[in-house]
């Protein structure tokens, strides 16, 4: 990978932000946010498998998906259930989202994503989560959130690079 996904989590703070540059244009980078073919090839742990239940990528329309798998041990994974609401989306530029772990009933987190230009068919992602609480931050940190931001980041970055190939 050339990209590096950048997370900072200052302690004491409740957000978590996100960047990464991708090798490109906007509208690509941007469909894979909001085409659920697309997202469940990219976003999650490697080691994880997405099933979308619910996909309406418009302002006030909701989300949700199963992640199942196996862990490290070889064991298997119990899915693992989020949801949200779409709040904003401005094609190619932004999107406004909740966030809610399935496991943590009523620990919202709220979620923007801007899309920039950054050279010629590159695109940077800036991403914010913020919680209620600091609390609330620190247990999707510690919950192992970074492996499978930068993992996700990754498999973005791929599946961008093998559609790519085939246009």
């Not at 659920?36 to 994880?48: C, D, K, M, S, Y």
Request: charged letters at 30%.
């Amino acid at each position: 990978m050339s990209n590096k996904t950048q997370i900072t989590a200052v302690d004491g703070t409740t957000s978590i932000e996100v960047v990464r540059e991708f090798e490109a244009d906007r509208a690509r980078v941007f469909a894979a946010y909001v085409d659920p073919e697309l997202v469940q090839r990219w976003l999650g742990p490697r080691r994880l498998t997405m099933r979308i239940r619910e996909w309406q990528a418009r302002p006030g329309g909701a989300w949700s998906y199963l992640h199942s798998g196996e862990c490290e041990a070889g064991q298997e994974v119990p899915e693992y259930g989020f949801r949200g609401v779409f709040h904003d989306i401005v094609d190619d530029e932004r999107i406004v989202q909740t966030f809610e772990f399935e496991g943590a009933p009523g620990h919202v987190s709220l979620e923007v994503a801007r899309f920039e230009d950054a050279g010629p068919g590159r695109t940077k992602v800036f991403s914010r989560s913020v919680f209620e609480t600091v609390e609330a931050r620190d247990g999707m940190v510690a919950g192992g959130m970074s492996e499978g931001v930068s993992q996700s980041m990754d498999r973005l970055e791929e599946l961008l690079a093998a559609t790519a190939a085939r246009a």
